[in-house]
């Protein structure tokens, strides 16, 4: 009886290595490199000075850069208790898209944003003490 002595079947788990300079990821399923690799792709990196995070997807940048930094804008749709909220500029057009939805314009959104917020100041200064001192305009001073 001849035994086979190849074990040229790949018994062997062989270790793929990521290929990105000063990457220590190793794996023994080639095809998870791919999918690792474009990880690596990060394209997005967060304007804030000095910081260093970056992402390969945008909207986890908006994410950030809003949260961490308070960049970039965030719209939230006003009308009728929706709440619908979003960040970055590049959202504006789906907001206005979203906003066509409820038939009303961008314009119309911040008009519903000064009321919400009046609203809310409303409701701190009922809980609150009067406020003392009149925010007069300033004389004008030739
Ligand atoms: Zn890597
Ligand atoms: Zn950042
Ligand atoms: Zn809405």
Redesign the pocket.
């Known amino acids: 009886m001849a035994s086979l002595h190849g074990n040229s079947n790949g018994q062997q788990p062989t270790l793929v290595r990521c290929p990105g300079a000063g990457c220590t990821w190793t794996s023994t399923t080639p095809s998870m490199l791919g999918r690792h690799v474009r990880g690596h792709d990060r394209s997005y990196a967060c304007s804030a000075p000095g910081c260093t995070k970056a992402y390969n997807r945008k909207d986890a940048l908006n994410e950030h850069e809003w949260a961490a930094h308070g960049l970039n804008s965030i719209w939230i749709?006003y009308?009728?208790g929706?709440?619908?909220k979003g960040y970055g500029l590049a959202n504006k057009s789906r907001l206005e898209h979203?906003?066509a939805?409820?038939g009303i314009s961008c314009e119309q959104n911040c008009e519903l944003e000064e009321q919400a917020k009046s609203a809310a100041a409303d409701a701190n200064m009922a809980s609150g003490t009067a406020v003392g001192g009149a925010d007069e305009e300033d004389p004008a001073d030739e």
Request: charged content about 20%; glycine content about 20%.
């Open positions: 749709c009308f009728g929706c709440k619908r979203h906003l939805g409820h």
